[in-house]
């Protein structure tokens, strides 16, 4: 049987209860609340998507918690750069689509180049896959657009999440793509799903993309150390040595969570304001580990079984060692590399098919920290350096203590959901409490670690450390 592969946001909230299928549709929702996230426009039938006691960001809020404004100073804004996707059957409208989220948020640009090619036909729009990824296709193209705003960006859409028509797409975009480009990988399943030929395959197109001078970039995971199965289990692509993989934080702007309940729901259905609580701080800018016990969700992030420990990650490799959760799993290539903001509280919005949605996961963080690389690529070139290579290296040899925003265990509030330590998710209880799930997770600590990696990159500071050290290497 073919290896499915999945996108890994993954939410769908309806009025009455949490289901975990596909992303977070709010329509409908009339909980009161003077916190409310309210859409950008209009749905296409009148009605405006309002999500009551969370918090939501623009592309502008990002850009100024993730310090991006002084890079765009420089005229740094994606010209010339081009972002691949890789997306499976896709939406038939996410061309018209992002051009619909262009238009909310960035009236004042003009449209980059936008091209969706099928060049395997068109996909079964009927299979029940189809709808999950479709979505997942809209996130990729407005997200990573939301980052580098004037760079070109190019869908390969594969004719199924089949791990075949995958790697399909994945050659056809290394045959076709210029050196520097960067390429989303929105997809991951369980190391443990596939086999060694897959693997082998899969690795053999990263190496090929990487000699030609692209980079690849995979979300860790959305369901902690476990990712849905029984046992502690690293997901591919994101643990590949080739792929440079983006774990989850949960980014607190103006705005950090003090949890005053450890019940998420009310009797009713509706969300628990107690549990929802914020406090509001113009000032505030708090970045934990995601780990969302309301949805039993958080960041991927672990050590591999099948890759040894690269030469570039040996100087964390102790850490690896010592935070290993059973003996498979020692010395094995660590992951994530960095991370970036994947909190639904705190969520983003896009619009698909007619409406808007507000989505989250680390498959909506991975988009954006590819499309953030096309911008030091446009910088690094205008630099001079034209053989940048693979950034993992790279990544880890910066020192600047600046670079990243390390992210580092928070307790928040007085429960325990406010735990925010580890990538072990949590479990809803029959008495609607939260607790941890029976599966461990790695420890989030200060410097490198297993859930978030580096931490989150610090904008201009970290494009300044990243050229300190290429320029350093290359005299």
Not at 131 to 143: G, M, R, T
Not at 410 to 424: C, E, H, P, T, W
Not at 436 to 449: A, L, N, Q
Request: with cysteine.
């Amino acid at each position: 049987m073919p290896i499915k592969h999945y996108p890994l946001f993954t939410f769908h909230y309806h009025c009455q209860y949490l289901v975990l299928i596909l992303c977070l549709l709010l329509l409908g929702c009339n909980e009161e609340n003077s916190s409310a996230c309210l859409a950008p426009d209009y749905n296409r039938d009148g009605s405006l998507t309002i999500e009551s006691h969370i918090q939501c960001y623009t592309p502008q809020n990002i850009h100024d918690a993730y310090r991006l404004n002084p890079i765009y100073q420089l005229g740094i804004t994606g010209q010339k750069q081009h972002i691949i996707l890789i997306d499976a059957y896709a939406s038939p409208s996410v061309k018209e689509d992002l051009i619909v989220f262009h238009h909310a948020y960035f009236p004042e640009r003009a449209l980059p180049e936008i091209n969706v090619k099928f060049p395997f036909g068109t996909p079964d729009y009927d299979d029940e896959d189809a709808p999950s990824w479709a979505i997942q296709s809209s996130v990729d193209s407005q997200w990573s657009h939301a980052i580098a705003p004037d760079a070109n960006i190019t869908m390969i859409v594969a004719l199924s999440d089949d791990s075949s028509d995958l790697l399909d797409a994945i050659h056809y975009a290394i045959d076709h793509a210029s050196s520097g480009s960067v390429v989303s990988l929105t997809f991951s399943n369980a190391e443990t799903h596939y086999s060694d030929d897959d693997i082998d395959a899969f690795e053999a197109a990263f190496k090929q993309g990487t000699d030609k001078g692209l980079n690849f970039f995979a979300p860790a995971g959305t369901w902690g150390s476990d990712n849905r199965t029984d046992a502690i289990t690293a997901v591919y692509p994101a643990s590949s040595p080739y792929v440079i993989s983006v774990g989850g934080t949960f980014l607190q702007y103006a705005w950090s969570w003090d949890p005053l309940s450890n019940i998420p729901y009310l009797d009713s259905g509706d969300k628990n304001p107690d549990y929802f609580h914020i406090n509001s701080n113009p000032m505030q800018r708090l970045e934990s580990v995601w780990n969302a016990a309301w949805l039993t969700a958080a960041t991927g992030g672990g050590i591999s079984q099948i890759f040894d420990v690269p030469d570039w990650q040996q100087n964390v490799s102790h850490i690896i060692d010592s935070n290993a959760l059973n003996n498979a799993q020692i010395s094995g290539r660590g992951y994530p590399d960095l991370a970036w903001h994947a909190g639904f509280n705190g969520g983003l919005f896009t619009y698909y098919d007619g409406n808007w949605f507000v989505n989250a996961g680390t498959s909506m963080g991975s988009p954006q920290v590819t499309a953030f690389f096309a911008l030091c690529h446009q910088y690094l070139s205008q630099q001079g350096f034209d053989n940048i290579g693979l950034y993992t290296p790279w990544l880890y040899q910066i020192e600047d203590s600046h670079a990243y925003n390390d992210i580092i265990p928070i307790n928040q509030g007085s429960v325990l959901a406010g735990m925010l330590i580890n990538n072990q998710r949590f479990t809803l209880l029959d008495s609607g409490e939260v607790a941890f799930g029976d599966i461990e997770g790695y420890p989030t600590s200060v410097g490198w670690d297993l859930t978030t990696g580096f931490g989150s990159p610090n904008g201009i500071d970290f494009l300044m450390a990243l050229e300190k050290i290429i320029a350093s290497n290359q005299e």
